[in-house]
């Protein structure tokens, strides 16, 4: 049978006792197991230390992610505020552009009721120079209507002998004549 506390070639003998004995036959029979253990924890240990480096690298790779995602979105919010405040500045010159172009539209407005004002005046100019020739000529004929009637009435004489004969008549009658033969064309 086979003794598993004495084997016979041993390549490693145990430590003989201080009394001569040739030591403990269980010195090394918690060795390969100690040894297994030492082994698996050493393998445990390696997976433990690959997996903290590849949660390590993972936690940079978050980390160097995170700062571009932050540095992306800081250059994308100063993008965005540019154009914010170019957007103002363009709506800021549209609105002065309307308030001038409306001061334009009303001093044109202004020009054109002006320039309507002295058209009409231009065009009442005429009538009423016509107006005041054709006022002129009808007090000059009731001007000299009364010297007419002046001078009938200093000789005595009444209108309706005018129309008698041309031969009868005097100088003075015949301009009456001629005024109230006048007078019946008008």
């Not at 979105?73 to 309307?98: G, I, P």
């Not at 309507?116 to 006022?135: G, H, I």
């Not at 009938?152 to 005097?170: C, I, K, N, W, Y």
Request: with cysteine; charged share 30%.
């Amino acid at each position: 049978m086979n003794n598993l506390n004495d084997p016979p070639n041993w390549n490693i003998r145990p430590n003989s006792r201080a009394d001569g004995g040739d030591g403990s036959r269980w010195n090394y029979a918690l060795l390969v197991p100690m040894l297994g253990l030492a082994a698996f924890r050493k393998k445990e240990i390696e997976k433990e230390r690959s997996a903290s480096q590849r949660t390590a690298a993972f936690q940079r790779d978050l980390e160097a992610r995170y700062h571009a995602t932050i540095a992306e979105s800081r250059r994308a919010v100063a993008h965005l505020s540019l154009e914010l405040e170019k957007e103002q500045n363009r709506t800021t010159s549209y609105r002065e552009a309307l308030i001038s172009q409306g001061r334009k539209l009303v001093e044109e407005k202004k020009l054109l009721e002006q320039e309507r004002a002295q058209v009409l005046q231009e065009r009442r100019q005429p009538l009423r120079s016509a107006y005041l020739r054709c006022l002129g000529q009808e007090e000059d004929w009731q001007r000299r209507a009364r010297l007419l009637l002046s001078e009938f009435e200093a000789h005595g004489a009444r209108p309706e002998v005018g129309f008698l004969s041309l031969q009868t008549l005097g100088a003075g009658r015949v301009s009456a004549v001629l005024f109230f033969s006048l007078e019946s064309h008008i």
